[in-house]
């Protein structure tokens, strides 16, 4: 259920890769990033995407009526959407920031962790997805209470999940406190709040389908806004043919106007 | 009247189902490991290997050989899908249709 974890939205995401990318900003847990002014074109993108978001939870939400539809949206989900959406979760925050602001600040190194996130994955596919499949059971603890004890299990599979969290889910609520401090210009504290009450609602009232939707769709913002930035920063400036294109606006073009 | 889960589990269809299943996740998961381990255990003794340069620009070898190990587990998870799709969604709905 890592999908449940990685709600950033995001369009956050594309904007704070200046932030993270500066080192002097990078040290998001001292808290050191200034408080900046108002910044009304963020917020109506993040407010738009969050009302868009929380619509389909809406949605999602009328359609869940069971606990196989909460946890694995009934069945219904083809691989491909559910490719996309796992591509979703893997390219959260913690690829798209941190591996970007690791790889900038040690190079190679940094590299390193976004080939390890994903050699995990292949190896929980061929050791626990095909038993929890042939169980018909949805978590984890489920599928070790099933032939354990209830009780040990539950309390040990609870502790392994909160050691998880306190590792991964408060740094990434760190980092969203963060920018939407930076962002928006609110204190830190009501930033973190605002952030994980959006982050609790969607899981909440949408189970698997609002999940699985919004995660589709951060995965097609992420891949289509990485794919432009890959593109632009890489291709060679060039003059613009002011014949053919030139109702194209002339950063899409990757190419200089006064070059010409 | 259904198979009780002793008869199941004596069925050859069923042994074979498991075993090979078994074998197959766990050689491929072997794989995976040594692919990714090798590529560790190479940054951490030989990373001048990784900073060759290739051609005129900035690239090192290092580039393609991470970008092989990420298509190695593509290829390697679209292998073991592709035979669990196959074979073993087969042989469950054999065993299934032999217990009813």
């Known amino acids: 259920m890592s999908r449940f974890k990685s709600l950033v939205p995001a369009s956050l995401i594309g904007l704070a890769l200046a932030a993270v990318s500066n080192p002097v900003l990078a040290d998001a847990l001292a808290g050191q990033m200034e408080k900046q002014e108002t910044n009304w074109v963020a917020i109506g993108m993040f407010t738009a995407f969050v009302i868009f978001t929380l619509g389909i939870t809406k949605w999602a939400a009328a359609q869940t009526k069971s606990a196989a539809q909460f946890y694995s949206a009934g069945g219904g989900i083809t691989g491909f959407q559910n490719g996309l959406a796992i591509a979703g979760d893997y390219m959260s925050a913690a690829s798209f920031l941190g591996i970007s602001g690791l790889v900038y600040l040690s190079g190679y190194d940094g590299l390193i962790y976004s080939v390890g996130f994903l050699v995990g994955w292949p190896i929980v596919t061929f050791l626990i997805a095909e038993p929890l499949r042939n169980l018909g059971k949805f978590t984890f603890a489920d599928v070790a209470s099933f032939r354990f004890g209830q009780t040990p299990i539950r309390i040990l599979a609870a502790c392994g999940t909160l050691v998880t969290v306190a590792f991964y889910l408060i740094a990434q609520m760190v980092g969203a406190g963060q920018l939407i401090k930076l962002l928006f210009g609110l204190d830190y504290a009501i930033a973190v709040v605002v952030v994980g009450v959006l982050m609790i609602v969607y899981v909440t009232f949408g189970g698997m389908v609002a999940t699985t939707w919004v995660q589709i769709i951060k995965a097609c913002l992420l891949l289509a806004g990485a794919t432009f930035m890959a593109f632009i920063s890489t291709s060679a400036p060039r003059p613009c043919s002011p014949r053919r294109w030139r109702f194209i606006p002339s950063i899409w073009r990757s190419c200089r106007p006064g070059l010409w | ?100």
Do not use: C, H
């Not at chain 2, 995976?32 to 900073?51: C, E, H, N, S, W």
């Not at chain 2, 690239?59 to 073991?80: D, R």
């Open chain 2, 1 to 100: 009247m259904a198979a009780s889960a002793l008869e199941i589990e004596k069925n050859p269809k069923f042994q074979e189902l498991v075993s090979t299943r078994k074998k197959l996740g766990w050689s491929l998961t072997l794989l995976t490991l040594v692919i990714y381990f090798g590529f560790i255990l190479l940054i951490a003794f030989d990373p001048k290997f990784l900073g060759q340069p290739i051609g005129d620009g900035v690239m090192t070898l290092g580039m393609p050989v991470g970008l092989a190990v990420i298509v190695s587990t593509f290829l390697i998870v679209g292998f073991y899908v592709s035979r669990a799709n196959a074979a073993y969604d087969e042989l469950t709905r054999q065993i299934v249709e032999e217990s009813k």
